[in-house]
Each structure stands twice: as structure tokens, then as C-alpha cells.
Nanobody, 115 residues
Framework: VQLVESGGGLVQPGGSLRLSCAAS????????MTWYRQAPGKERELVAS????????NYADSVKGRFTISRDNAKNTVYLQMNSLKSEDTAVYYC?????????WGQGTQVTVSS
């Protein structure tokens, strides 16, 4: 089982990034997918989640209207489009897969928002 995040990097405030999480080794289309983030010295927090078939999404209040989660079950990939980035969005972003007690984490990708 693998979850591999990509797309992180350094971006200026107000900029955009698109994170990807490529899954393998399990039936991706059966799993709910979630993006979490963890900033230095803070607890890991939920950013956005999407149901297995993509019909239900959920966002943290802090990112509503700026971030969009989506998935492509044909490509076994979940995305996080991040717009209007702020310095407080700086964190390591992780993807997480869950289905009936089976849970998997990716290794994370660093997002740094700074001028």
C-alpha cells in the first residue's frame, strides 16, 4: 500500500498550489480520502475530505472558499487545489485513506507560504 503526495513547494501569499496524492495497493475507489496538515508545534488538523465516489466533500472553516478537494478514481489520485494561500497555510500536508477500519497515511509534502 502506498500513498504518495506531490505538488508541495514554496509559494508567495496569494498564490496557488495543487497537491496530488497517488494511491496504489488497495481499492482506491472504495476509500474516503482526506487531506490533513500539520504546522510546526501544532497538532495535525483536517483540511478537507471527500467520499469514495466524490459526492460528499467537507472542509475546515479556515480553508472554505479557497481550497477544493477532488478525486479521479480512474487514476487512483486525490487532489487538493489551494488558492489564495496565506502564511498560516504553511504546513506538511498529508493524505489519508480510510475504509471500514483500514487506514493509510502518506508521507507528506511540505507547503511553505512566504514572501
Amino acid at each position: 500500500v502506498q500513498l504518495v503526495e506531490s505538488g508541495g513547494g514554496l509559494v508567495q501569499p496569494g498564490g496557488s498550489l495543487r497537491l496530488s496524492c497517488a494511491a496504489s495497493g488497495f481499492t482506491f475507489s472504495s476509500y474516503g480520502m482526506t487531506w490533513y496538515r500539520q504546522a510546526p508545534g501544532k497538532e495535525r488538523e483536517l483540511v478537507a475530505s471527500i467520499s469514495s465516489v466524490g459526492g460528499i466533500t467537507n472542509y475546515a472553516d479556515s480553508v472554505k472558499g479557497r481550497f477544493t478537494i477532488s478525486r479521479d478514481n480512474a487514476k487512483n489520485t486525490v487532489y487538493l487545489q489551494m488558492n489564495s494561500l496565506k502564511s498560516e497555510d504553511t504546513a506538511v500536508y498529508y493524505c489519508y485513506a480510510t475504509f471500514r477500519g483500514y487506514n493509510y497515511w502518506g508521507q507528506g509534502t511540505q507547503v511553505t507560504v512566504s514572501s
